[in-house]
């Protein structure tokens, strides 16, 4: 995902984390970005007693115990001023909030690889959890748990169908490749290697094993109709660890 940006005076983001919580990239064509970052957790010290993520991370309304009862146990943020023609990183479910200190323009790409897609499953579950919190008086309608996965998909972006799509799309994209001998292509005549491929297939196969295994999975429609293609994928991944 890439993204052209054009920011104007004092516009800001508010606190957020990327989607999917995937790694991200952002550099200043020209103008100037106040950053501000959380590491995983420090978040849930932003949270209000509902566990609402506040919108300014700098708001004076956090001062307040009742409304928010755990931001004095916040113990750790970055502060950044990107200028022109700098770079900067996001790592994977880091919070941040961002302010445009003049016109900006700014170009920024997010992705996910081997390293972080435990982080994506992980953070699709949590959201699942969220929705099925929210609609819990709901749970002894028809098809209930099919009804959370669209809230799901609004919600995050996709959903428990579209999360296994992605996976077996990049496990047999490496397959294929391995299968063939032939490395794989990328933007820029880049290419991965087979030692990149292998970490690839080893990480989507841990991630695999859970999410056939989650009890919310195997309630799903879908994944009743996929025989055991799943454990088939798996076998190919683990014929080249042997």
Request: glycine share 4%.
């Amino acid at each position: 995902m890439l993204f052209l940006t054009v920011c104007y005076d004092y516009f800001r983001t508010p606190l957020h984390a990327d989607v999917f919580t995937s790694f991200s990239w952002s550099v200043n064509v020209c103008g100037r970005k106040r950053w501000l970052l959380f590491p995983p957790g420090e978040e849930l010290c932003l949270q209000d007693r509902f566990g609402q993520l506040i919108y300014d991370a700098t708001a004076p309304e956090l001062q307040d115990e009742k409304k928010y009862p755990r931001y004095k146990e916040l113990c750790s943020s970055e502060e950044i001023i990107q200028e022109t023609g700098e770079a900067i990183f996001i790592p994977s479910g880091w919070h941040h909030q961002v302010w445009n200190l003049e016109d900006t323009i700014s170009i920024n790409h997010n992705w996910v690889n081997g390293c972080n897609i435990e982080t994506m499953w992980a953070s699709l579950k949590d959201n699942l959890m969220a929705v099925k919190k929210e609609v819990e008086d709901c749970k002894d309608m028809e098809g209930w748990d099919e009804h959370c996965q669209l809230i799901l998909q609004a919600m995050f972006g996709m959903n428990y169908e579209e999360f296994y799509s992605f996976l077996t799309f990049i496990g047999n994209k490496r397959l294929d490749s391995l299968r063939e001998n032939k490395l794989i292509l990328l933007f820029g005549n880049w290419q991965l290697g087979r030692n990149h491929i292998l970490f690839d297939l080893e990480q989507l196969k841990r991630v695999l094993i859970t999410f056939i295994k989650d009890t919310d999975t195997r309630s799903l429609n879908f994944f009743k109709n996929l025989d055991n293609q799943p454990e088939q994928l798996i076998k190919e991944i683990e014929h080249y660890f042997v």
